[in-house]
């Protein structure tokens, strides 16, 4: 079983930066992916980025350039680093484990943070 904590979110105005923050209760070093999806009213849960086991990157398009994504498996910690935020940003935000378990591929999730990129 994994615990996600996430961290980090809150009310910023655009152009603003915030960084979300997720803990894990294991090692993440192990996991084998981690991600952070956001979720708008209204709309589905979307993959933001992606940060594999072997250290592959990947983002949506709409926040390339912007977002970046991080790990540090010493604190068992991944990291959103969000810069020039938009409106179109606002959304609860979920970290998103990927552990193989007895040959399974298992999903955890976070709690959730609520990031408003508003004037």
């Known amino acids: 079983q994994v615990q996600l904590v996430e961290s980090g979110g809150g009310l910023v105005q655009p152009g603003g930066s915030l960084r979300l923050s997720c803990a894990a209760s294991?090692?993440?070093?192990?996991?084998?992916?981690m991600g952070w999806y956001r979720q708008a009213p209204g709309k589905q849960r979307e993959l933001v980025a992606v940060?594999?086991?072997?250290?592959?990157?990947n983002y949506i398009d709409s926040v390339k350039g912007r977002f970046t994504i991080s790990r540090d498996n010493a604190k068992n910690t991944v990291y959103l680093q969000m810069n020039s935020l938009k409106p179109e940003d606002t959304a609860v935000y979920y970290c998103?484990?990927?552990?193989?378990?007895?040959?399974?591929?298992?999903?955890?999730w976070g709690q959730g943070t609520q990031v408003t990129v508003s004037s």
């Open positions: 998103n484990a990927v552990k193989l378990e007895g040959g399974k591929l298992n999903d955890y």
């Open positions: 294991g090692s993440i070093f192990s996991m084998y992916a």
């Open positions: 940060i594999t086991s072997g250290s592959n990157l």
